[in-house]
């Protein structure tokens, strides 16, 4: 999720100053304290003493600043204090002086980005008749805990958010299909926690540009980020990291960024690149069904539609300066690539789909993908988390390991040779070489 802006912090010579000031005024009332008699001599020695101990603390506390050494000389100051203090005060006046605690350091910044993605997501359609949950809020409730605790949290949102009642496609053919879902339903998703949606796919133009454009601006109006116009990069400012993400989106369709258009594809890549910190690329493309599992490094077919070579158009991108490649569409889960340090997914399935999408076998077999990568956009660990979609298309995390396992077989036997392994867990290891 999208970060709040750091807090300033306390200069440091300030910091100092207090501690100075607590460490001194601690001595008087020590000194003050001590119901003894003591020699002029030893009283003498006691205030020598506790000035070597405040100077002994104090190069303590900045020690644990620096990288530790085989014996450092502020231990070896310390042990020469105690011993000093054992002969002037008895032990069980020793004992009476309470410990010094040092206050605890500040965590160390986390300069990782953690991202979780998700495929294909329609929340029902009212066209051409109405197939919208009774009460919608329950569509992603049980899954909303997944999305939490990421920097980012992606997805394919594959309808419209819009009420024109005009499509630009005829439903009446077979096989034709037009999706068009409330416009307020783009709180839920922000409810859920999704900071930033695809739109660059088979169904964001069903109800023409004018549909096109009210999704982009109802995902904006919730406070989400919109991947996918043509021409246009995107960009994620994450202020407490320090970092910028740049995303694109792409499909096969002419009418948005089409993957088939490399040399475009690249040019926006580059110029992504001169101004982000990581590029995520998002892309819709490849078969669909059970019967598209699997990917070759070919072009893809679908009802004789070219749906573009998915490992070309990623491979592509990423040896132009891509650090993610994001692939949905086939609404089947498929193998991951490790391709020149950067991970590919070649498709994250089905997501939500109320009685909109088929949940059959692998249709219902889905995922939250999370990532983290460091400061350069390597990938350093991963995790698939299962999810499985009930028969009317609604998420719910599960134990079963049907995707994990799916997953790893795809990848073992698409792309044998990458450098990445999935255990049985859903774990996501890079391999070091």
Request: charged residues 15%.
């Amino acid at each position: 999720m999208l970060v709040n802006p750091s807090s300033s912090s306390t200069p440091p010579l300030t910091e100092r100053q207090s501690r100075q000031s607590s460490t001194l005024g601690g001595r008087d009332i020590l000194l003050r304290s001590l119901d003894v008699d003591l020699t002029i001599g030893n009283q003498i020695l006691l205030r020598v003493l506790l000035c070597s101990l405040s100077f002994v603390v104090g190069i303590s506390y900045s020690s644990r600043l620096q990288p530790p050494t085989e014996q450092s000389k502020d231990a070896v100051a310390a042990e020469t204090v105690a011993i000093a203090a054992a002969s002037v005060f008895p032990t069980q006046q020793l004992a009476q002086l309470s410990p010094f605690e040092l206050p605890p350091l500040p965590p160390e910044p986390r300069m990782t980005l953690r991202l979780k993605a998700v495929g294909d997501m329609v929340l029902g359609t009212n066209y051409p008749g109405n197939r919208l949950h009774p009460e919608p809020n329950r569509l992603l409730a049980g899954i909303a805990p997944l999305l939490q605790d990421a920097d980012v949290v992606f997805g394919n949102f594959e309808s419209t958010l819009t009420q024109h009642t005009i499509p630009s496609k005829d439903t009446r053919r077979p096989n034709v299909f037009a999706f068009r879902t409330p416009p307020s339903y783009n709180q839920l998703l922000q409810a859920a926690g999704f900071t930033v949606l695809n739109i660059a796919n088979n169904h964001a133009l069903d109800f023409g540009q004018q549909g096109f454009v009210e999704t982009g601006a109802a995902i904006e109006q919730a406070g989400m980020q919109v991947v996918g116009r043509k021409g246009e990069i995107t960009y994620t400012t994450l202020d407490e990291l320090e970092m910028t993400v740049a995303w694109i989106g792409f499909s096969y369709s002419g009418q948005l960024n089409a993957m088939q258009a490399l040399q475009s594809a690249r040019s926006l890549v580059k110029a992504a690149q001169a101004n982000a910190d990581m590029v995520f690329i998002s892309v819709h493309a490849g078969a669909e069904g059970t019967g598209a599992l699997r990917t070759r490094n070919q072009t893809e077919y679908f009802f004789g539609e070219n749906r573009g070579n998915l490992v070309e158009f990623s491979r592509a991108l990423v040896n132009e300066g891509a650090d993610l490649v994001l692939g949905h569409g086939p609404h089947v889960p498929r193998a991951l690539e490790l391709y020149q340090g950067k991970l590919i997914a070649y498709s994250l399935g089905n997501f939500v789909g109320y009685r909109t999408l088929s949940t059959q076998a692998q249709l219902g077999d889905s995922l939250v993908l999370e990532l983290e990568f460091d400061s350069e956009g390597d990938l350093l660990v991963g995790k698939i988390h299962p999810v499985r979609l009930d028969r009317a298309g609604i998420p719910a995390p599960t134990a079963n390991p049907a995707t994990i396992n799916l997953m790893r077989q795809l990848t073992q036997s698409d792309f044998p040779q990458t450098p990445l392994t999935i255990d049985p867990d859903g774990m996501i290891i890079p391999q070091v070489e």
